[in-house]
């Protein structure tokens, strides 16, 4: 892939990073009550464009530490600062709500800044119904430097494209944000990994097969997605790294942290057989001896990605296979057909990579006839699957083509109709919110229980002789 200089120098020549040495902001990580700690890495990248303009940055890392109030209130009372950004998903929404109460009744004249895809597609809502001042939408990198430069004083928040505020009540948006056509070092960073409490997230618990006392970072080698599901929120363009420039930093964390592997954080990762092989033969030709997990498609992978993959150190292919019936996999613009997720689990599993995916329940069209589809496929598949499985609940999050549907077509009264129905303070996805289906509410979520519970009894009888088997193999070898 070739990257135009000529083009890069001027984006840079373009970025007017104020020196705002007298500022101070604090970024906070909502708590996510989830048991693995995941190092979101927007907070960083962002992070990254505020030192660039000299600010002193707090963090306050809710999701390492669980603050209750007293804490929070604690850390709020004795930084004497006065902007906090948080960063958050929609099932952080509640606990952005706490932090934010929290803030008003602490800190006069604060100015509370939110971002990442809880407010970014439904701004005016997310503000109303937290309080806060300011939405930055989308990618912030390009945003930061001038919202930062407007909360100085140094301009209006008027001309600062890519944010949505509130001033005496009234909602303004300021419309898209601009963005970086390249995401190399060059234009948007390295994130700040430094600023945070990294040692924590590097030992936190792992997800499987990656082993306790590995020592794992995220790290990004693309952003968006050139896919188009139906349930999926799509805030940006899909780019691609150089790949030089992934291996940079891979060989820079590897050096500083002590990693020993690497969560792939992209929302796909598999894009063609030519962007693995580059990836890979990178890992290989550096020497770097790492592990790592990726996000694959069914329609890409092939037996040669695979060895390319087990080869570089892959371990983990995480597969999207959604749902066991063609018509409800066509009506998601999922673009695969069952067959092609036969053939990949059977491959991916043969070349000795763990295998993991996801099914979900709910979409429209689904019915007692297509969840038993992807019941029957997910015991058929789910030879060498060392973990209990659920299937997840159809959740139609805001800024997806299923919540635009819900709207037009009356499964939903408005945003806050959402709000009341998704009831979650975590990343679980166990229920079904808005009934898309042509079933009764009260069937929907009883069939969706009876299949979840159904397959926990399926693992616990046919998995338990594979669990002895396979890891007493794996003592022994």
């Known amino acids: ?9 001027k984006i840079i020549e373009d970025i007017d990073y104020p020196n705002l040495k007298d500022l101070e902001v604090m970024l906070i990580t909502p708590n996510d009550y989830y048991r693995k700690k995941f190092f979101g890495l927007g907070k960083a990248y962002v992070a990254t464009a505020m030192k660039m303009c000299g600010i002193k940055i707090h963090v306050m890392s809710c999701d390492i530490w669980s603050y209750d109030d007293i804490e929070i209130a604690k ?33 006069c004249n604060s100015t509370i800044i939110l ?9 005016e809502f997310v503000l109303r119904r937290t309080g806060a001042d300011i939405a ?11 919202l930062m430069s407007a909360l100085a004083g140094e ?13 005496e009540g009234k909602f303004y948006s300021n419309g898209k944000p601009q963005i970086f056509k390249y995401i190399s070092k060059k234009e948007v960073g390295w994130p700040a990994f430094d600023l945070f409490p990294v040692e924590k997230y590097i030992t936190a618990p792992k997800f499987y097969p990656f082993e306790s006392n590995d020592r794992v970072l995220p790290i990004s080698t693309g952003r968006g997605c050139p896919y188009s599901c139906n349930f999926c929120y799509r805030p940006t363009a899909f780019r691609l790294r150089p790949v030089d420039d992934i291996l940079d930093e891979m060989v820079y964390l590897i050096d500083r ?18 962007r693995i092989s580059e990836i890979c033969d990178g890992i290989v030709s550096r020497g770097l ?30 597969y999207g296979l ?63 699957e060392f973990r209990s499985f659920k299937i997840f609940g159809c959740v139609p999050f805001p800024g997806s083509e299923l919540y635009d549907w819900c709207k037009q077509t009356g499964h939903l009264k408005d945003d806050e109709d959402f709000y009341n129905r998704y009831i979650n303070q975590d990343m679980a996805l166990d229920q079904i919110p808005v009934n898309m289906t042509d079933l009764p509410h009260t069937e929907i979520n009883k069939l969706f229980k009876e299949a979840d519970e159904e397959l926990k009894i399926f693992f616990i009888n046919n998995a338990s002789a594979e669990w002895i088997n396979f890891f007493s193999k794996k003592k022994d070898n």
């Open 322 to 384: 959604e749902s066991g019936n063609q018509k409800i996999l066509d009506n998601m613009s999922k673009k695969t057909t069952i067959s092609q997720i036969y053939d990949a689990i059977r491959i991916t599993r043969e070349s000795g990579i763990y295998c993991d995916y996801a099914f979900m329940f709910g979409q429209p069209g689904d019915n007692k006839e297509t969840l038993r589809d992807t019941i029957n496929l997910i015991k058929v598949i789910s030879y060498g």
């Open 257 to 274: 942290y002590k990693l020993n592997g690497f969560y792939i954080a992209d929302d796909l990762t598999m894009i063609n057989k030519k």
């Open 289 to 318: 001896k790492i592990k790592f997990n990726i996000y694959g498609r069914v329609n890409v992978v092939t037996p040669e990605i695979l060895r390319m993959l087990k080869e570089a150190g892959c371990i983990a292919i995480f």
């Open 136 to 146: 930055v939408l989308g990618e912030a990198e390009l945003t930061i430097p001038k």
């Open 115 to 123: 971002g990442g895809a809880l407010p970014s597609p439904i701004p």
């Open 155 to 167: 301009r209006n928040l008027e001309g600062v494209e890519g944010i949505a505020y509130m001033v």
């Open 75 to 107: 850390i709020l009372v004795e930084s004497k600062v006065k902007v906090f950004c948080i960063g958050a998903m929609y099932p952080m929404f509640r606990e952005v709500e706490r932090l934010c109460r929290i803030i008003r009744a602490l800190v």
């Open 1 to 9: 892939m070739r990257f135009d200089d000529k083009f890069d120098k």
